[in-house]
């Protein structure tokens, strides 16, 4: 895995993975909610897109749980885990074209950077942030993330 564009490859296929980390409460499903049907209807994107949620707390499987509300926006596979090792969990995700990590913070991906007018000065963001993304300006933001992810994509 390359640390700078987050490229995994195979002779068959390539798979582009981005994270997205804020503080807790921040709105990072929520985004992640509105931004895959976003990249499903978008024409430049034809693929299947994963994610995985790094919880720090117990799993739960109800209706309206994090990960069925990622599924139900259309990703692909969506896997919740309290795993701390990212090279682990990746090792055991099926095959994606594009992988969304929401969480392990130290992974060697790139990260979006989600952020809304308050802050929490508790919170320390990973050093490999590519974007910073504004939430305040819902639509742009998705836009942006669009955008952004696009360039990944075609850089590949």
């Known amino acids: 895995m390359e640390t700078q564009l987050s490229i995994l490859s195979s002779p068959c296929n390539t798979v582009v993975i981005i994270g997205f980390c804020a503080p807790s409460k921040t709105g990072k499903t929520t985004f992640l909610e509105h931004l895959i049907p976003s990249l499903i209807q978008d024409h430049r994107f034809q ?12 799993l739960s499987n109800h209706h309206n749980s994090d990960s069925n509300r990622l599924q139900r926006a259309g990703a692909h596979h ?18 994606c074209n594009l992988i969304l990590v929401e969480g392990f913070r130290s992974a060697p991906i790139p990260f979006f950077l989600l952020k809304r007018q ?11 942030i590519i974007t910073t993304i504004d939430l305040t300006h819902f639509e742009t933001s998705i836009q942006q993330a669009l955008t952004t992810i696009h360039r990944l994509l075609l850089a590949q």
Do not use: M, Y
């Open 47 to 58: 693929g299947k897109i994963g994610v995985i949620k790094h919880c720090h707390h117990n």
């Open 118 to 128: 308050r802050e929490d000065k508790q919170w320390k963001a990973p050093s490999n």
């Open 78 to 95: 969506v896997q919740a885990t309290t795993e701390s090792n990212f090279d682990h969990v990746l090792s055991s995700f099926p095959q």
